[in-house]
């Protein structure tokens, strides 16, 4: 049997996962760090980003934490985000031009697919989740037999190892610094598997000043493939975190994704501060 290939991306700071039974809120700094969790906040100074550690930090204790892995992809993922904001043609959903913001959290639903006639070939479908330049993928294909495949990919183009599948809740929370080596956080969560796995990347990216999220048609390849059938896919929990208070996604820019003539392909609808959905008309 062949082995699998580690991806050699630079940057990439791998930690032991916590064991079982790992207790987050009683850790001390030297604890978390050894596991590459971010320190907790100071409540008094960052009582909503407090409030948010501690909320995740009490959803996963009894997650199974995994060892973080990634696998190479064929070439970097494409940037979601861009100064003309997203594309009409590619994408459906939310874009908020801001200033800088340091954490992007959110959860998920993954559709379940049903192939669109396109002579034969299979359709590519994602759901994105950004933070400036940092881009979080769940790339999906689904065959002329209905045969889905889904992976998570990050902003390098590598697949990480959290496995995903119709159905399933995913929860991000993306964190990127200020420092000269643009260092990101990604923490992610199988919400239905009750499994997580976080790394740290220096990127080189610097400050964040978007967000969104939302869902694509296509591949990096052929980007204006046809779009899979779906039900609705829900965007909740957004939270978004700046020096200067918080900031709501659905406050920005919603994007309904069209084919060539017009025609409306994917609507995104606003439910509330911190959720909304996306459906196929």
């Given at each position: 049997?062949?082995?699998?290939?580690?991806?050699?991306?630079?940057?990439?700071?791998?930690?032991?996962?916590?064991?079982?039974?790992?207790?987050?809120?009683?850790?001390?700094?030297?604890?978390?760090?050894?596991?590459?969790?971010?320190?907790?906040?100071?409540?008094?100074?960052?009582?909503?980003?407090?409030?948010?550690?501690?909320?995740?930090?009490?959803?996963?204790q009894?997650?199974?934490?995994?060892?973080?892995?990634?696998l190479?992809?064929v070439?970097?993922?494409?940037?979601?985000?861009?100064?003309?904001?997203?594309?009409?043609?590619?994408?459906?959903?939310?874009?908020?031009?801001?200033?800088?913001?340091?954490?992007?959290?959110?959860?998920?639903?993954?559709?379940?697919?049903?192939?669109?006639?396109?002579?034969?070939?299979?359709?590519?479908?994602?759901?994105?989740?950004?933070?400036?330049?940092?881009?979080?993928?769940?790339?999906?294909?689904?065959?002329?037999?209905?045969?889905?495949?889904?992976?998570?990919?990050?902003?390098?183009?590598?697949?990480?190892?959290?496995?995903?599948?119709?159905?399933?809740?995913?929860?991000?929370?993306?964190?990127?610094?200020?420092?000269?080596?643009?260092?990101?956080?990604?923490?992610?969560?199988?919400?239905?598997?009750?499994?997580?796995?976080?790394?740290?990347?220096?990127?080189?990216?610097?400050?964040?000043?978007?967000?969104?999220?939302?869902?694509?048609?296509?591949?990096?390849?052929?980007?204006?493939?046809?779009?899979?059938?779906?039900?609705?896919v829900?965007?909740?929990?957004?939270?978004?975190?700046?020096?200067?208070?918080?900031?709501f996604?659905?406050?920005?820019?919603?994007?309904?994704m069209t084919d060539?003539?017009?025609?409306?392909?994917?609507?995104?609808?606003?439910?509330?501060?911190?959720?909304?959905?996306?459906?196929?008309?």
């Amino acid at each position: 049997m062949a082995k699998t290939k580690a991806s050699k991306t630079k940057g990439v700071r791998i930690f032991p996962p916590p064991p079982k039974g790992f207790d987050v809120l009683a850790a001390t700094k030297r604890d978390l760090v050894r596991h590459g969790i971010p320190q907790r906040p100071d409540p008094r100074t960052e009582p909503s980003v407090a409030a948010l550690w501690e909320r995740l930090a009490r959803r996963y204790q009894g997650f199974e934490h995994l060892k973080p892995q990634l696998l190479p992809g064929v070439r970097a993922t494409k940037p979601v985000a861009s100064l003309l904001g997203l594309s009409p043609i590619e994408s459906c959903g939310f874009e908020l031009f801001t200033g800088p913001v340091a954490i992007f959290s959110g959860t998920w639903t993954i559709p379940n697919l049903n192939n669109t006639p396109n002579a034969g070939l299979p359709n590519d479908f994602r759901t994105f989740f950004g933070l400036g330049f940092l881009d979080l993928h769940v790339e999906m294909t689904v065959d002329v037999n209905q045969n889905i495949t889904s992976v998570i990919r990050i902003h390098t183009g590598d697949e990480i190892n959290l496995p995903v599948k119709p159905g399933d809740a995913i929860s991000a929370t993306l964190c990127l610094q200020t420092n000269p080596a643009g260092t990101a956080f990604y923490g992610l969560a199988n919400e239905t598997t009750s499994q997580t796995v976080n790394l740290t990347i220096d990127t080189g990216f610097p400050p964040a000043v978007t967000i969104n999220a939302g869902i694509s048609r296509g591949s990096q390849f052929n980007p204006f493939g046809p779009l899979a059938r779906f039900g609705v896919v829900y965007f909740d929990e957004l939270a978004a975190f700046a020096p200067n208070g918080n900031r709501f996604l659905t406050n920005g820019t919603a994007t309904t994704m069209t084919d060539s003539n017009g025609s409306t392909l994917a609507t995104p609808q606003r439910i509330s501060d911190f959720a909304f959905k996306v459906i196929r008309p």
